[in-house]
């Protein structure tokens, strides 16, 4: 069973960049999609980004489209969100999770998932 773990999150200020990084565990990691998820504070989980089994297509949402990238690296099991510009709005716990069978397609709802990690946090201070 295929595990997931977020590193990289802390306290950082306006306009600043935090890269996360989520490692996999297990073989099957590379045939899954990927996504990024986060939850504000007393707000409900929301999508944030997503890409595909083998990396080609990624779908990121619009709240951070044009600060916010995702990539895999699957020989290293590895998938990353790279965020810049960063607003107190951002401020969450941001999971990773892991789902489908070789989707060519970024999976972008939180059904499509089933694997998930505990999420590392994200400060953004005004």
């Known amino acids: 069973q295929v595990q997931v773990v977020e590193s990289g999150g802390g306290l950082v200020q306006t306009g600043g960049s935090l890269r996360l990084t989520c490692v996999g565990s297990?073989?099957?990691?590379?045939?899954?999609?990927l996504g990024w998820f986060r939850q504000p504070p007393g707000k409900e989980r929301e999508f944030v980004a997503a890409?595909?089994?083998?990396?080609?297509?990624?779908r990121i949402a619009d709240s951070v489209k044009g600060r916010f990238t995702v990539s895999r690296d699957n020989a290293k099991s590895m998938v990353y969100l790279h965020m810049a510009s960063l607003r107190p709005e951002d401020t969450a716990v941001y999971s990773c999770?892991?789902?489908?069978?070789?989707?060519?397609?970024?999976?972008?709802?939180?059904?499509?998932?089933?694997?998930w990690g505990q999420g590392t946090q994200v400060t953004v201070s005004s």
């Open positions: 999770a892991a789902g489908g069978d070789f989707p060519r397609t970024p999976l972008t709802e939180e059904s499509d998932y089933h694997i």
């Open positions: 890409i595909s089994w083998g990396g080609g297509n990624t």
């Open positions: 297990g073989r099957t990691f590379s045939s899954y999609g």
